[in-house]
């Protein structure tokens, strides 16, 4: 990439989610416009409603409707129910069926997911310029790595982050007659291969960015739902890139611009969406035949009826055929450990699974057998740290859905080496959220993606056809970080939060001194914001989330950071009682300060009439509350709306040494959040 200019978050949160999220949210937050208004999801970007049928140089026509086939995988009912939740305009939910059908394995020998030729760049020699492109934005997002293990203090790698790259328009972009071009039709240039996903027009939308925004959440929401729900596609590298090129067509004798969205494919960096490992068709013709090759054994020694018996058979196989992977750098992994392959052929040593390889052959053998299995991500861990994970919810005959976790119910053991350590177990599976192992709830232990949007687990443990409730919760004081805790007075969040927290160096086993000067055992001394902390504490910008817990590492909703700050200038009471939303109610805690934000010109909100208090805050809506809460300085009139706040927080150190690289439509955490106003406001 020649020149980075952004990195931006998803995730999960689905994001990212998951993780939107996400990594991988249905609705992921979308910035403010120029015009400072900030975008909801209510203007969806702009199709291209052009009756034109024939395509232009470099593109191929789009691909026929394939005879729908019962096929040997599809999307079942609970995936397209979960789908559902989504909320997907049609563009994203086109794509998404173009992933599914791209790979099946009735029509492997044209797949364009399989295919050689779809990685294989055009010479240059037979393009020229046909189009005018005013640039090219490249958005990747990588799937973060699940790792943690019940048995390891296994420290959590990165969250899913999206980067975005603004590049010259290179001849392969040019060549293309994007006037021509619909959803669905595969552009192949020397600088990229790829499927035409949407276009959004810029030419006379003062919604632009906003709308280019949502559009990039919502197709990598289609994407993410792709890998969460076909997870038998095993030679995808998790890695999915976009390419927007911003052109001009010409209709009619008008000429206008339009931001046109691609799946990549392949491009001249070297990036393809295949794994390295399955960089060749023969590779993955290869591995479906050992794929089929092993569920069919599996399946072979399963009951052939009874829900209850067939969940265990599968238990006991993946965790007696594999041992959880014992490589001393788990982020360097090969992908058949991350994937549904490695667990279905049973994999030990350095090519074991992890949490990811578990819980998707888990699901792929589900799905084989009819049983409804989704797969669940978040945060998981005991009193020595959470870290990012990922298991299964399953639903019985009993219509509850209940958690499964395969990783920890293969434990290792240390001194044991190789597939059975004798320790294998079924205390992780068909739990109900309530249900106490180890003296944890599995609610308090597993602490799911709220992005994600999956079915809420029944609250005892599914046994013998009946759900059947654990044992007495242990106290809430002796819960690990993360914990849904009671409401505390004066604390930042509502009673029921739930309170994710990043594992790493902060969580590892032992006390943390808490730094000077505040209560906080979650803020060690040294750290880049103890002195921030200390201040906002002292200056009752915020109590944290309990008497001794600050939670530095998690988001805030727009509601708590607007609140931050009116505190942080001294509480100043609005001028006037008019309120313009609706979403902001008398007696919420954030009224004054939304009220005296919208009169200082802080905030527009959301959409007509709405602010989205509980809609977590981004680092750019931060920064830029924070940049026209002291007037503006150094405004350059830039288009993007967040670029002279940021260019003028990183001139004068706001952002130096922070938890991320700052990434403007990702969430912002709570550490960061009072080191720049602490940085702005106390210099």
Not at 86 to 109: K, Q
Not at 267 to 296: C, E, K, L, N, P
Not at 592 to 613: C, H, N
Request: charged share 20%; with cysteine.
């Amino acid at each position: 990439m020649k020149k980075q200019i952004i990195s931006l978050f998803l995730a999960a949160a689905l994001t990212t989610s998951l993780l939107p999220a996400a990594p991988w949210a249905a609705a992921a937050a979308a910035g403010e416009t120029a015009s400072a208004q900030e975008s909801g999801f209510s203007a969806h970007p702009d199709r291209d409603g052009s009756a034109e049928t024939e395509t232009g140089p470099m593109a191929e026509p789009a691909a026929e409707p394939k005879d729908e086939i019962v096929a040997h995988f599809h999307t079942n009912a609970i995936d397209r129910e979960w789908l559902d939740h989504l909320h997907l305009p049609d563009y994203a939910l086109d794509l998404y069926s173009i992933l599914v059908r791209e790979s099946e394995e009735e029509h492997l020998p044209s797949d364009i997911l399989a295919v050689d030729s779809s990685f294989t760049l055009r010479g240059k020699q037979n393009e020229h310029t046909f189009s005018q492109v005013s640039f090219v934005e490249v958005v990747d997002y990588e799937e973060p790595l699940y790792l943690a293990e019940q048995a390891l203090p296994v420290t959590g790698h990165t969250l899913g982050q999206e980067h975005i790259y603004i590049l010259d328009a290179k001849l392969g972009d040019k060549a293309v007659d994007y006037g021509a071009l619909s959803e669905g039709s595969v552009v192949k240039t020397s600088s990229f291969n790829g499927i035409c996903i949407t276009s959004v027009t810029r030419t006379g939308n003062p919604n632009f960015d906003a709308d280019l925004a949502a559009a990039r959440e919502y197709v990598l929401a289609a994407c993410q739902a792709f890998d969460r729900t076909h997870p038998e596609v095993f030679w995808l590298s998790g890695h999915t890139r976009l390419r927007i090129d911003v052109a001009e067509i010409t209709t009619g004798g008008q000429t206008v611009q339009k931001a046109f969205f691609f799946y990549v494919l392949a491009d001249d960096s070297g990036f393809t969406v295949r794994d390295s490992a399955y960089s060749g068709f023969g590779a993955i013709q290869a591995g479906i035949q050992r794929r089929d090759d092993a569920i069919r054994t599996i399946l072979s020694a399963v009951p052939k009826s009874g829900e209850e018996a067939q969940v265990k058979a599968l238990n006991a196989w993946l965790t007696q055929h594999n041992e959880y992977n014992t490589s001393t750098d788990l982020n360097a992994i090969g992908i058949d450990s991350r994937h549904c392959l490695g667990a279905l052929t049973g994999s030990v040593g350095t090519r074991g699974p992890v949490c990811e390889g578990y819980s998707k052959a888990f699901k792929v053998l589900c799905d084989q057998l009819g049983i409804p299995c989704l797969l669940e991500t978040g945060y998981a861990g005991t009193n020595r740290g959470m870290g990012l994970h990922m298991w299964n919810e399953v639903e019985m005959p009993d219509r509850n859905w209940y958690g499964a976790d395969i990783t920890w119910d293969d434990p290792v053991v240390a001194g044991v080496t190789g597939a059975r350590s004798g320790r294998e177990n079924e205390k992780y599976l068909l739990v109900g959220s309530g249900t106490v192992i180890d003296k944890l709830r599995f609610d308090a232990s597993h602490q799911a993606e709220p992005e994600n949007q999956n079915p809420q687990l029944s609250a005892g443990a599914y046994v013998g056809g009946s759900t059947v409730l654990g044992d007495a919760p242990v106290p809430l004081g002796s819960l690990p970080a993360g914990a849904i805790q009671a409401a505390v007075p004066g604390s930042d969040l509502p009673a029921g939060t739930v309170q994710p927290v990043v594992s790493g160096s902060d969580l590892s086993a032992g006390a943390v001194q808490p730094a000077p000067g505040q209560p906080f055992n979650d803020v060690p001394a040294g750290a880049y914001y103890a002195d921030a902390v200390g201040w906002a504490l002292k200056k009752g910008i915020t109590a944290g989330i309990s008497p001794d817990t600050f939670a530095p590492n998690a988001g805030c909703s727009r509601g708590q950071v607007v609140t931050f700050l009116w505190r942080a200038m001294g509480k100043p009471a609005p001028k006037r009682d008019a309120n313009p939303f609706t979403d902001v109610k008398s007696g919420d805690y954030f009224r004054p300060a939304i009220l005296w934000a919208v009169e200082q010109g802080i905030t527009t909100g959301t959409a007509s009439g709405t602010f989205s208090p509980e809609r977590p805050c981004t680092r750019g809506q931060v920064i830029t509350f924070l940049w026209r809460a002291l007037g503006k300085p150094e405004n350059k009139g830039s288009s993007l709306w967040y670029a002279d706040a940021v260019n003028w927080a990183e001139r004068h150190g706001l952002l130096a040494g922070t938890a991320q690289a700052f990434t403007p439509d990702g969430a912002c955490p709570r550490a960061d959040i009072i080191t720049y106003l602490y940085r702005a406001l106390n210099q």
